[in-house]
């Protein structure tokens, strides 16, 4: 099993968290995104997304889409647990994920697309074209996290994790949501304490160290 990756992306550091959280290693290649590796063969055959992480099995078979390569590494080495351990923290656990990521994690990363000179002409992941940067969905993204964090505060209160007492890969998504948020400089302490608190806890995991 061979995992294609590039370490400064969001993506990319998902992984690599799970990966330290779970104490597995697997044979990482560095595909350099910067250099448009991803488009160059064999990469644009395994992946016609054209984006990393992707996990590449002995037999060939290629599974691309971060949660999903988490979903098969936890079921080859389910300890320590991190998707849940019964039918109702699963689907908590997914639940939370899913808000995450649909309401903080993208509409972020399509923030920082549209707004950083660094991604003129990749606009969109996996993409090299004209597609244009829209300051309008700078916005956008800002907008659809700060009602995010009006929804997930109040819950943060009583939670220590994003899904009750227990870690779990949502926490994973929300630390990566919350570094977007902090290289877009939004500001959190004052208006959201508890959500202030989470991150501060989530970025003091060994695991966060990576680099
Ligand atoms: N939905 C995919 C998205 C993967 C993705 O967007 N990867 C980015 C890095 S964070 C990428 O490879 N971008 C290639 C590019 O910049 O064109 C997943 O969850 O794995």
Redesign the pocket.
Known sequence: MKLYN?TP????Q?IQMFLIEKNIEIETIQLN?RE?E?FKEPYNTMNP??????LELDDGTII??????CRYLEELYPEPCLFGTNSKERALIDMWNRRL?LDGFLPL?HSLRNKTSF?IG?V?????NEVKQLPELVQRGIEMFEILLDRIDPHLLNNQFISGNNFSVADITGHFMMNLSKILKIEIKNDYPNVYRWQYELSTRQSVNIN
């Not at 997304?49 to 992707?54: H, L």
């Not at 691309?64 to 390569?69: G, K, Q, V």
Request: proline share 7%; aromatic share 14%.
């Open positions: 590039f992306a969001a993506n990319a998902r995104v448009d991803i997304f054209n984006c990393i992480p992707f691309c889409e971060t949660m999903s390569i990521e990363i991604f990749k969109i992941p996996g993409t090299r």
